[in-house]
């Protein structure tokens, strides 16, 4: 069964402390990984895309990793703002099934003024 | 650009009544398109994918159906809905083979009473 895992659930920290969302996946079959910041009641928005011939990308104060031989994928927030409280979720795409997507439970952060 | 839209926006529905939502697309060609729900307190589960006109792929059993009637169109139906249906319905694009980056609509929130 294909499964992805994100720890923690949830994250409270103050302004400014960076922090490290993880997610595991246990299917080899995931070919990439996609990070998602998903607001109360919205859609998803996309973070970054990290595939499987990469270790990782960058997007301003975020940095995805990817290590496909231990399952783990990491997003790492720099110097965190109260702006970047939301829920995270991490999805580990399958290669040649139509793009399907298996989504973690998410990481419910909350960045204190 | 690429515009995804979603409608309605909200929906309260009573039991056993008849579903429909809708979803296009705008600014692409052939997309590959999505039907995720997200129950309260639960991940994203893939519903329905289609990666052309008239294809659709169910990835779980339920008494929704999905139609793709146009290229950059998709529907999901149901005759008579359940409690159960109840949550929060999304659609998604992407290009290609899938392996790249899926883009979402803002969302359906759909109350079964």
């Known amino acids: 069964k294909q499964e992805v895992t994100q720890i923690p659930a949830a994250l409270s920290v103050p302004e400014g402390e960076n922090l490290v969302l993880n997610c595991s996946f246990t299917d080899s079959a995931i070919y990439n990984l996609q990070w998602f910041r998903q607001d109360p009641g919205k859609g998803l928005t996309s973070l970054l895309l990290i595939q499987s011939s990469q270790r990782e990308q960058t997007s301003g104060r975020l940095n995805a990793s990817l290590d496909k031989s231990s399952g783990r994928s990491t997003l790492y927030i720099a110097a965190s703002q109260p702006g970047d409280s939301a829920t995270y979720l991490c999805a580990g795409g399958l290669y040649n099934q139509g793009g399907k997507l298996i989504f973690g439970q998410g990481t419910e952060l909350s960045v204190k003024p | 650009s690429q515009t995804i839209h979603q409608w309605p926006a909200t929906l309260v529905q009573p039991v056993g009544s008849p579903l429909s939502l809708e979803c296009t697309v705008e600014?692409?060609?052939?997309?590959?398109l999505y039907w995720y729900r997200q129950a309260a307190g639960r991940g994203l589960q893939l519903l329905f994918y289609s990666v052309g006109i008239g294809q659709i792929s169910s990835e779980v059993p339920q008494n929704l159906s999905a139609s793709r009637p146009q290229d950059r169109q998709f529907i999901l139906s149901s005759k008579k809905l359940l409690l159960s249906d109840s949550g929060f319905y999304l659609c998604?694009?992407?290009?290609?083979?899938?392996?790249?980056?899926?883009?979402f609509g803002p969302g359906t929130r759909l109350t079964v009473l």
């Open positions: 600014g692409t060609s052939n997309p590959n």
């Open positions: 998604a694009w992407s290009v290609g083979s899938g392996t790249d980056t899926q883009y």
